[in-house]
Every structure is written in C-alpha cells, then in structure tokens.
C-alpha cells in the first residue's frame, strides 16, 4: 500500500518550502508571513490532488500514530441501538480495540440529506485516524478504490469488490452457511425448491445465490426444481404463492426475516402453515432484531467476532506500515436448526 501524503509532498508539488505549507496550513498567513493568493492557491491545490489532511492531534508514539481508529458506515444512520444488524459489530470493534489500546474516532457527518461519503470537497476525512473500519450497505465502490489507491489503511466489514485491486475485508461464509441450509432441507426430503430474494445484487446476496445453486446441483436438482424468484416483500401475493405450490414446490429459501414473515402471512390466507405444509429458512438474521422469528430454520452472522477480527487485521496493517498485501478472513455462521424446516407433507 502507498504511504499518506506528508507537508514535504505538499511542498513538493506546490513548489515551495515546507515552512510555507506549514504556514498556510496552521492560518498564519495573516501575521508577519507574506504568502501571496497565487501562492496559497497553489498549496490547496496540491492538498486537495494529495489527498492531505493534517493531523489536529500531536503524534507522541514512535511510528507517528495516534492510537486513533475511525469508524464510519455507509448506513443513515449510526447502528448504536442494539436492536440494529449493525450493533453488534461495533460492540465487537469496541472491545477489541481496548484490547489493542485504540481510541475510536466515529464518523458521522453527513452533507445535508445526502448520505455519507468519505471524501468531503475532494479530501479523504478518515485521515484523522490512523486506519478505519468501515461498513454498510451502501457502499460508493469508487471512494473504496480510491483509498485503496491512495493507500489509507482500512479494512471493510463486509465481502466487497473493487474493479482493478483488491482490499482487505472480514466476511461471514454465506456461501457455505447457505449451501449447508439448502443440504439440511433437501435432506429432510424436499425435492422442489424456490429461493427468494429482493432487487439488491450486492456481494452477500450473490455469495447466497452461489452456495443455493451449488447445494441443488450437488443434489441432482435442475433449476426447473430448484428455482430462483426476485420478489420484494409486497410482490409475494397470494397468486404468485399459489402458482408455486400448485407446482409442486414444497421448500422456501429465503434471503430475509420480512420476506419470510410476509411468505408466512400469504400462505396462512391459502390455508398452509408451516412447517406441516410447506417448508421455508432464512438466510440470516435480520435488519432489526424486532423482526425474529424464534424457531425459524436459519442461521446466525457472527457479528461480534466478525468486528473485533477487523480490528485485529487493521492493527496488523497499520503496524507494518501498510507494506502487506490486502487480506481477507471469512469466518463461519451459525446454523439453527430451529423447526420451520420439517418433512415435506407429499414426498416427491
């Protein structure tokens, strides 16, 4: 990875003296110090095309650190109530980084009713702490690239995907823990089967999509019995379930805890429950912990463990200097079995 911009590289580019840099950076220019406009033009725009923040915070340590990690989410708001997805993995970066003695730096602003970005007029804000954490779900593939390019330390909470280069994540193995809930339905004797899931294409919904395609091919199933459907929670309507069962298909995979709760609530209007009529499992947990279904077939995204490895990787970044290559660690889910999976009630 590429070392941050220093004041020198400021000066460099602007063709002045570090002394100069110094001066417009810290407003002195106002005092004894003559610094014409053209000038100070000059070295903002070198800060800008550098990317330079100068840190407001003495660096004390050896190796120039502060012992400050930032946090920032692509969400609209800030995961600190414990009912959110996200808590959990910030309950996770907190204790990990007292482990490792770093202070937090929560970032949170927002450009009016814009969502969050990184970059504020064109300068990356996250240089206020030595590394970031960072995740979400709305994620701007090109502010990653560009950390990425400039050679900020980060690690994402989250698969994520960039044209050109590769960054160090922590992902869940929705692959495998979704393959594994596929495996446990069609043992239970399911020959017909329908995953369903919203309009979001994103890294987990495809990991998802893959470890189902892989688990019915390895069974002998071909997409003619083991269907895929795009359906948002108000698009499953009692006739599209009915075409369904009608059909044969006696097993629901699908990607949320509303979309499982709404196929629950259409059926019930056709006279089926579960899981004496028909089968379903959820794909993990849900946006708000409100929403669980207790004894659903599913299984859980270990988000503690998956914020406090982030942590440990950020740490292994910064202290080698950035000189290492990106990284990325998959840590496994949880199944739970729960009981909305049973045996269909007319084997194929």
């Known amino acids: 990875m590429k070392r941050r911009p220093t004041q020198l590289d400021v000066a460099t580019l602007a063709g002045v003296s570090p002394g100069i840099v110094s001066t417009i950076i810290n407003n002195r ?16 725009d070198a800060i800008k095309e550098l990317g330079y923040v100068p840190n407001p915070v003495a660096r004390s340590l050896a190796g120039g650190q502060n012992r400050l990690l930032g946090v920032f989410t692509y ?3 800030f ?42 007029n064109g300068v990356n804000s996250l240089q206020l702490a030595d590394g970031a954490i960072l995740l979400g779900l709305g994620t701007d593939r090109e502010e990653l690239a560009r950390l990425n390019n400039e050679g900020y330390p980060f690690v994402f909470i989250g698969r994520r995907e960039i044209k050109n280069g590769q960054i160090s994540y922590v992902a869940a193995d929705y692959k495998r823990a979704t393959r594994e809930i596929v495996e446990y339905t069609i043992n239970k004797g399911h020959r017909r089967l329908a995953l369903v899931q919203g309009s979001l294409r994103a890294e987990p919904q495809l990991d998802k999509q893959a470890g189902y395609c892989d688990a019915t091919a390895l069974n002998g199933l071909n997409e003619s019995l083991a269907e895929i459907h795009y359906k948002e929670n108000d698009q499953i309507t009692v006739e599209w379930l009915k075409m369904l069962f009608d059909k044969g298909v006696t097993a629901f995979i699908v990607e949320s805890t509303s979309e499982a709760k709404r196929l629950a609530a259409v059926a019930a209007q056709l006279g089926k429950h579960a899981p004496a009529d028909f089968s379903y499992a959820i794909l993990g947990d849900p946006m708000n912990l409100e929403e669980i279904i207790p004894d659903a077939t599913t299984y859980r995204t ?4 998956m914020g406090a490895q982030a942590v440990r990787l950020l740490c292994e970044i910064l202290t080698a200097g950035g000189e290492i290559e990106p990284r990325q ?20």
């Open 329 to 348: 660690v998959i840590l496994p889910c949880h199944f739970q079995p729960g009981n909305t999976v049973g045996a269909p009630s007319h084997p194929a």
């Open 75 to 77: 969400e609209a708001l």
């Open 302 to 305: 270990p988000r503690q463990e």
């Open 29 to 44: 220019t106002n005092g004894n110090i003559r610094i014409s406009e053209a000038t100070q033009q000059r070295v903002l």
């Open 79 to 120: 995961p600190l109530e414990y009912r959110n997805f996200y808590y959990e993995f910030l309950i996770g970066i907190e204790k990990e980084a007292e482990i490792q003695d770093y202070n937090l730096l929560f970032f949170t602003r927002r450009q009016g009713t814009q969502k969050r970005v990184i970059y504020q």
